[in-house]
C-alpha cells in the first residue's frame, strides 16, 4: 500500500476516533452576555424602523441544541417575534419580509413594501449550526477602511437581519500597538516607519509587509476607537459574537534593537515587496517575549469593551518564516493558545485556512494536522475559507476532530463582474452539513470585498437555515428578483443569469480581473464560462421591461451591472480580434483599436449612471474622515487611489483591487488602454517591432502613476435606463465576434489541491493554462 493511501488510512481511524468537544463553542453561553431585556430593545430598535405593529421577546430558553431559533406569528395584526436572542429576533423579521412580504435589505440597495394588514403567519424556524460567520481579514481593507460610526451601525443591522451571531470586530489594533511598543521601547520615527497606511493595514496586521502608505495620524486612532467601542457594544447588545484579534509572532524590525538576545526570524519577501517594506520579524515561539506580547495586546484591546472568548490570529497568512519546519509550526500554535488562555481561560482560536490553500507544499498533510492538533480539541475554529471551490474539510479528515464553518470565499479584491457557483453552493453545504463525522458547526461569508453579486450571497445565507437545498434554483431567482424590484417581469432574464454567469463550476481563479481592468498587453487570453448570448438575452428582457413597478434602486442597479457585463464580454470579443488584426493592415488594425475603446468608453456612460458604480462614495467618505487636515487627506486619498490601481510603491500586484466605476474608466483604464495601443499602431506605421515591455514603461510613468494624484472631476450623468436600451441595440449583434474559449479546469476529485495561488506574476487571465494538480504529501520536509 503507498504512503499516501496509509497515511489517508490513518487519518481516517484519527478522524473516527475523536469525539468533538463544544463545551467553549456554545451559543447559549456565548450570546447570553447581555440581558434578554437588552437584546429585545436593540432588536426592536432595528425592527420598528420598518414597521409598527410588532411585538418581540427574546428568551435564551428557545435555543434548541444550542441553535438559535425564532418564531413568527402574526395575532390581531400584530407581529409576534419571540427569539433565542436579539439577533435571532432580527433574523425572524427579514425572514418574514422576504417570504411573506417580497421584500429585500441588502447591502447597497432595499425595497421595503409591507402590506396592511399584515400577512399571516405561524411559523418556527431553528438554525441548521451553531454559527453563522461574516467577514474575511481582508474585507476590513478592501471594503470598510473608511467607514464612520453611522455606516458601521447600519451595516451591523445588515448582519443581524441576515442572522450573524459570529464576525470580526473592528478592533483599533493600531491603536493598542502604538501604546505597547511605547512602553517596550520603540521611539515614534520607528512606530512611524512600521505602520502602513490605512488601506493596507489587513497586510501589516499578517507580517506581509509594513510601512507602506503609513503612518497613521492620532485622529485615525480615535475613529478606529469610536468604532470598535460603538459595534462591540452593538454587536453584545444584539446577542452577537465579536471576534477579537491576538497576537500572531509578528513584530517590528526595530524588536532586534530593543531585544538583542532574543530569537527572531525572518519574514521571507511578499508580493516583491522590496526591503523598504518587507521582511518584517517572527518572535520564536519559545521565547518568554511571544507570551508577554500576547498578553499585553489581549489584555489592552479588551480591557474596556470585555471579551467574547473568540480570538482571531493568522501566523502564517501567505507567507513563509525562514527556518520554516513542522516544530516551527507546532510551537507557534502552541504558543498562540497558551497566551490566550493565559489571560481568558475560555478562549477559543478561529483560524483561516487559507495559509494552507495559498501553499499546499508547505503543508503537508502531518504538518497539517500537527498544526491543528496542537490546540485542545474545540479550543480551535477553522474557517474554511473558500469551500465552493477549494473545500478542504475532506482532505484533512475534518480538521483531524477540530470544529469548522463552511465558508462562501467569492470574492478577491472588491473587485466586480458577475460570477457565482450557486449550483455548487445550494448543494455542497448540504453534504458536508451531513457528512458522517462531519466537524461543520457554521456557514460563513467571507469576501474580501463587499457591494458586488448580492444574489449569490442571498442564497448562500439561507442555506443557515434551509433544511435542504433549494428544489428549483430557476424559481428561486424569479423570486429574489421580484423581491428585489417589486415586479415579476424578470424572472425570464434571471434564469439566463443563473444558466450563464452565476454557474461557474471550475477550478479556475476568478479575480475579478478582465481585459479592460488588466494592465494593457498582447499577451491576455481571455476565456468564459458562459455563452454571451445568455448574457444578451438577459439583457433584452431588462431593458424591454414596461412595468414602471419595476424601477426600483435594486433594478436600476442590476440593469447597470447586466450591461455592464455584456459589454465586457464585447470588450474582450473585440480584444481577440485586435490580437489577429495586429497582423493585418494599419487601417484594420486602428478600426479595432477604434472599436474595442469605444466598448470601454459605452462602460463608463452606464456605470456613470449609478452612483453605486462610481468612485464618489469612495472619495467621499475619505474627505469625511479626514475632516479640515491636509495631511490626511492627502494620505488618505493616495492610499485609495493606490489600493484599487497599483497596489504597492511600484505596482506590486497591480489591479487586484481593481474597481469597475465610471471614473477609473475615464482617468485611468482607457487612458492606459489608448496609450498603449497607440504606441502598438505608431510601431506598426513605422514598421517597426513593437516593444511591449517599454510600452508599460510608457503606461506606467504616463497614466498609472499620474493618477494617483490627478484631479478626479464629476462626469456627465445618463438616464439608466435609455442608455442601456441605447447600447443593447448597438452591442446586441455584432457581425465578426466569436464568442470566448470555454477555459474552463474541472474538478477531479483524484486530485485534492492546487498550486493555483502562487506565482501571481505566471499568471496567465484565468488560469487558461492547466493548474498543478497534486495529491497532498504525507511527510514533512
Known amino acids: ?17 475523536v469525539s468533538l468537544n463544544l463545551e467553549f463553542l456554545d451559543p447559549v453561553k456565548l450570546q447570553t452576555k447581555t440581558s434578554p431585556k437588552v437584546q429585545e430593545d436593540a432588536a426592536y430598535s432595528i425592527i420598528s424602523k420598518y414597521i409598527e405593529q410588532v411585538r418581540i421577546v427574546v428568551n435564551p430558553v428557545m435555543f434548541h441544541a444550542h441553535k438559535d431559533v425564532f418564531s413568527l406569528r402574526t395575532i390581531d395584526g400584530t407581529l409576534q417575534i419571540r427569539a433565542s436572542t436579539g439577533v435571532a429576533a432580527v433574523w425572524g423579521f427579514n425572514y418574514y419580509l422576504k417570504k411573506y412580504c417580497k421584500s429585500q435589505i441588502a447591502w447597497q440597495v432595499q425595497r421595503v413594501s409591507i402590506p396592511n394588514p399584515l400577512p399571516e403567519v405561524d411559523e418556527t424556524v431553528i438554525a441548521n449550526d451553531r454559527f453563522r460567520y461574516y467577514q474575511n481579514v481582508c474585507t476590513a481593507s478592501y471594503s470598510f477602511v473608511w ?122 519577501t511578499w508580493n516583491k515587496f522590496n526591503s523598504d517594506y518587507c521582511c518584517n520579524l517572527f518572535v520564536d515561539p519559545k521565547e518568554p517575549l511571544f507570551k508577554t506580547i500576547g498578553r499585553m495586546f489581549m489584555t489592552e484591546i479588551t480591557g474596556e469593551t470585555g471579551t467574547s472568548h473568540i480570538y482571531t490570529a493568522d501566523p502564517f497568512n501567505e507567507i513563509k518564516v525562514q527556518a520554516w519546519s513542522t516544530w516551527l509550526v507546532q510551537e507557534t500554535a502552541k504558543s498562540i493558545f497558551s497566551t490566550l488562555t493565559e489571560v481568558d481561560p475560555n478562549a477559543v482560536w478561529l483560524v483561516q485556512n487559507w495559509m494552507f490553500v495559498h501553499n499546499p507544499l508547505l503543508w503537508p498533510l502531518n504538518r497539517v494536522q500537527t498544526f491543528l492538533t496542537s490546540v485542545p480539541n474545540g479550543r480551535m475554529l477553522v474557517l474554511d475559507l473558500q469551500s465552493e471551490q477549494w473545500p478542504q474539510y475532506n482532505l ?10 463552511w465558508c462562501m470565499l467569492h470574492n478577491f479584491g472588491g473587485t466586480l463582474g458577475m460570477f457565482g457557483s450557486m449550483q455548487t453552493i445550494n448543494k455542497d453545504v448540504y453534504e458536508a452539513r451531513s457528512k458522517v463525522n462531519s466537524t461543520m458547526i457554521g ?23 434551509r433544511r435542504d437545498p433549494v428544489k428549483d434554483l430557476n424559481e428561486w431567482v424569479g423570486d429574489y428578483a421580484e423581491r428585489r424590484y417589486g415586479c415579476n417581469n424578470t424572472a425570464r432574464a434571471w434564469r439566463y443569469l443563473l444558466k450563464s454567469v452565476y454557474n461557474f463550476d471550475g477550478l479556475n481563479r476568478i479575480r475579478g480581473k478582465y481585459v479592460v481592468t488588466r494592465r494593457p498587453s498582447f499577451k491576455i487570453q481571455p476565456w468564459a464560462w458562459y455563452n454571451s448570448s445568455d448574457l444578451f438575452k438577459a439583457l433584452r428582457t431588462l431593458v424591454f ?88 487627506l492627502y494620505l488618505y486619498e493616495m492610499n485609495a487611489r493606490n489600493q484599487i490601481t497599483l497596489w504597492g510603491p511600484n505596482g506590486e500586484i497591480t489591479d487586484y483591487a481593481c474597481k469597475q466605476w465610471a471614473e477609473i474608466f475615464h482617468y485611468y483604464y482607457i487612458p492606459r488602454w489608448s496609450t498603449f495601443l497607440s504606441l502598438a499602431l505608431d510601431a506598426k506605421n513605422r514598421n517597426e517591432s513593437f516593444d511591449e515591455k517599454n510600452a508599460q514603461r510608457v503606461v506606467r510613468s504616463s497614466v498609472e502613476e499620474r493618477f494617483q494624484t490627478m484631479k478626479i472631476n464629476q462626469l456627465p450623468v445618463n438616464d439608466t435606463k435609455t442608455l442601456a436600451m441605447l447600447l443593447y441595440e448597438k452591442w446586441a449583434y455584432v457581425s465578426g465576434l466569436e464568442d470566448l474559449p470555454m477555459a474552463i479546469i474541472r474538478r477531479d476529485p483524484g486530485k485534492m489541491t492546487t498550486l493555483a495561488d502562487i506565482n501571481e506574476e505566471t499568471e496567465d487571465y484565468g488560469e487558461l493554462t492547466p493548474a498543478v494538480l497534486y495529491s497532498q504529501p504525507t511527510t514533512p520536509f
Open 1 to 17: 500500500m503507498s504512503i499516501f493511501f496509509t497515511g489517508l488510512l490513518l487519518y481516517n481511524v484519527f478522524a473516527n476516533a
Open 147 to 268: 467607514w464612520n460610526e453611522p455606516k458601521w451601525e447600519e451595516h451591523v443591522q445588515w448582519m443581524a437581519l441576515n442572522g450573524i451571531n459570529l464576525a470580526l470586530a473592528p478592533v483599533a489594533q493600531e491603536s493598542a500597538w502604538e501604546k505597547i511598543y511605547t512602553q517596550l521601547g520603540m521611539s515614534r520615527d520607528e512606530i512611524n516607519d512600521h505602520f502602513t497606511g490605512p488601506g493596507f493595514l489587513a497586510w501589516l496586521r499578517m507580517g506581509n509587509m509594513h510601512g507602506w502608505g503609513g503612518p497613521l495620524s492620532k485622529a485615525w486612532h480615535d475613529q478606529q476607537k469610536k468604532n470598535q467601542d460603538l459595534v462591540v457594544d452593538y454587536m453584545f447588545r444584539l446577542g452577537m459574537v465579536p471576534v477579537f484579534p491576538a497576537f500572531n509572532g509578528h513584530v517590528p524590525k526595530a524588536f532586534e534593537r530593543i531585544y538583542p538576545n532574543t530569537t527572531f526570524h525572518k519574514v521571507e
Open 396 to 405: 484533512y479528515q475534518m480538521y483531524y476532530g477540530q470544529p469548522f464553518i
Open 443 to 465: 456557514t460563513g461569508l467571507t469576501p474580501e470585498g463587499i457591494n458586488q453579486n448580492y444574489v449569490v450571497y442571498d442564497l448562500m445565507l439561507e442555506s443557515s437555515w
Open 545 to 632: 421591461v414596461e412595468d414602471n413597478a419595476c424601477d426600483s434602486p435594486g433594478f436600476q442597479h442590476d440593469l447597470v451591472d447586466v450591461t455592464r457585463q455584456a459589454l465586457q464580454y464585447r470588450a474582450e470579443q473585440l480584444y481577440m480580434n485586435l490580437l489577429s488584426d495586429r497582423s493585418s493592415n494599419s487601417f484594420i488594425f486602428n478600426f479595432t483599436i477604434n472599436r474595442f475603446l469605444d466598448a470601454m468608453t459605452d462602460m463608463e456612460n452606464i456605470l456613470g449612471t449609478n452612483t453605486d458604480f462610481t468612485i464618489n462614495n469612495w472619495l467621499q467618505s475619505i474627505r469625511e474622515m479626514s475632516g479640515t487636515r491636509s495631511e490626511d
